[in-house]
T-cell receptor, first 117, second 117 residues
Framework: DGGITQSPKYLFRKEGQNVTLSCEQN?????MYWYRQDPGQGLRLIYY???????QKGDIAEGYSVSREKKESFPLTVTSAQKNPTAFYLC????????????????FGPGTRLLVL | AQKITQTQPGMFVQEKEAVTLDCTYD???????LFWYKQPSSGEMIFLIY??????QNATEGRYSLNFQKARKSANLVISASQLGDSAMYFC??????????????FGTGTKLQVIP
C-alpha cells in the first residue's frame, strides 16, 4: 500500500544531542513537509522540499536541518541548538500543485513523538 | 490576525446527533482551498473534506459536509449522525499560495470533539 512512514514512533534526546527523524513516502510525490505540533496547538511548518536536493525553511526552522537526497526520503535532524524540542513531529507529502484552489491535499505520516531526557 | 480561527477548544455531542465545528479564515487571495483534518489519539492526520474558493456547492463526503460561506469567510464542518469513533481533534486548514508546486498551508488550533454514548 502507498503511504508515508515515520520512524521511530518515540524518540528520546539527551541534552546537547542531535537526533534524526526518518520520513519515507512511496506515493511518488514531489513535495514533502515537516511540521511540529505542540499540545493544544495546530501544526507549524519547519521545512519543506519541492524537489530533490532542494528545500526551504518554513516558519520555525531554527534548530532544525533537513536533507532531500532521494525523492522518497526527507529526514529531519533536531540539533542541539533547538532548546525546546519536545513535541510531536509530522511528515507530509503532496503532489505538486499549480493553483491554491487545487483539490490536491497533503498526506501525513503517523508522526514521531520526541521527548527530552 | 490569525489566518485560521477555531473558537471551540472542545465540544461534546450525543451519539447519533449532528455537530458543527466552526472555522473562520482570513485571506486576501481569490484562489484558496479549505481543508478539514481529523486527528485521533494515535496522532495521524486524516484528510476529511476539501472546499475550493471557487466551488459554488458545499462539499460533502459521506457524513461530513462543509458549510462554506464565502462572504463571511467561514468554513464550518458538519458531522451528521455522530459515532463514538468520531471522538478526535479536528483541524481546519487553508491553502493560500502555491509557489513552484509547494502548498502553503496554515492550520487552526483545533477542536476536540467528544462523542457521548
Amino acid at each position: 500500500d502507498g503511504g508515508i512512514t515515520q520512524s521511530p514512533k518515540y524518540l528520546f534526546r539527551k541534552e546537547g544531542q542531535n537526533v534524526t527523524l526518518s520520513c519515507e513516502q512511496n506515493l511518488n510525490h514531489d513535495a514533502m513537509y515537516w511540521y511540529r505540533q505542540d499540545p493544544g496547538q495546530g501544526l507549524r511548518l519547519i521545512y519543506y522540499s519541492q524537489i530533490v536536493n532542494d528545500f526551504q525553511k518554513g516558519d520555525i526552522a531554527e534548530g532544525y536541518s533537513v536533507s532531500r537526497e532521494k525523492k522518497e526520503s526527507f529526514p529531519l535532524t533536531v540539533t542541539s541548538a533547538q532548546k525546546n524540542p519536545t513535541a510531536f513531529y509530522l511528515c507530509a507529502s503532496s503532489k505538486a500543485v499549480e493553483l491554491a484552489g487545487s483539490q490536491e491535499t497533503q498526506y501525513f505520516g503517523p508522526g514521531t513523538r520526541l521527548l527530552v531526557l | 490576525a490569525q489566518k485560521i480561527t477555531q473558537t471551540q477548544p472542545g465540544m461534546f455531542v450525543q451519539e447519533k446527533e449532528a455537530v458543527t465545528l466552526d472555522c473562520t479564515y482570513d485571506t486576501s487571495d481569490q484562489s484558496y482551498g479549505l481543508f478539514w483534518y481529523k486527528q485521533p489519539s494515535s496522532g495521524e492526520m486524516i484528510f476529511l473534506i476539501y472546499q475550493g474558493s471557487y466551488d459554488e456547492q458545499n462539499a460533502t463526503e459521506g457524513r461530513y459536509s462543509l458549510n462554506f460561506q464565502k462572504a463571511r469567510k467561514s468554513a464550518n464542518l458538519v458531522i451528521s449522525a455522530s459515532q463514538l469513533g468520531d471522538s478526535a481533534m479536528y483541524f481546519c486548514a487553508m491553502r493560500e499560495g502555491v509557489t513552484g508546486g509547494y502548498q502553503k498551508v496554515t492550520f487552526g488550533t483545533g477542536t476536540k470533539l467528544q462523542v457521548i454514548p
